[in-house]
Nanobody, 122 residues
Framework: QVQLVESGGGLVQAGGSLRLSCAAS????????MGWFRQAPGKEREFVGW????????YYADSVKGRFSISRDNAKNTVSLQMNSLKPEDTAVYYC???????????????WGQGTQVTVSS
């Protein structure tokens, strides 16, 4: 079992940047593919991006492609989400999650963090 805790959320103006971090404890994250999801008020939790165990491959939702970047440091047991050129529609609670197999579907992820709020103002 692995425990995940997100941090780094906050309030930022449109066009700005934020970097979210996900710290893991318990089992090391090198055993897992890691994903980021987000959930806006009144909407379902949606896929943002994933990174494979080695960190050698990433994949992003069309809505964030070119603006967001996922990285991981398995030695530090952390994964990060760098968010640039933020838009008001990026406002949501952001979650990191761990899965055995790489996937865009939330049902594939076994472990989730508590989430961190990101608010983008115009």
């Amino acid at each position: 079992q692995v425990q995940l805790v997100e941090s780094g959320g906050g309030l930022v103006q449109a066009g700005g940047s934020l970097r979210l971090s996900c710290a893991a404890s318990g089992r090391t994250i090198n055993r897992y593919n890691m994903g980021w999801f987000r959930q806006a008020p009144g909407k379902e939790r949606e896929f943002v991006g994933w990174i494979i165990r080695s960190g050698g491959s990433t994949y992003y939702a069309d809505s964030v492609k070119g603006r967001f970047s996922i990285s991981r440091d398995n030695a530090k047991n952390t994964v990060s989400l760098q968010m640039n050129s933020l838009k008001p529609e990026d406002t949501a609670v952001y979650y990191c999650a761990a899965a055995r197999s790489v996937s865009t579907q939330r049902e594939a992820y076994d472990y989730w963090g508590q989430g961190t709020q990101v608010t983008v103002s115009s």
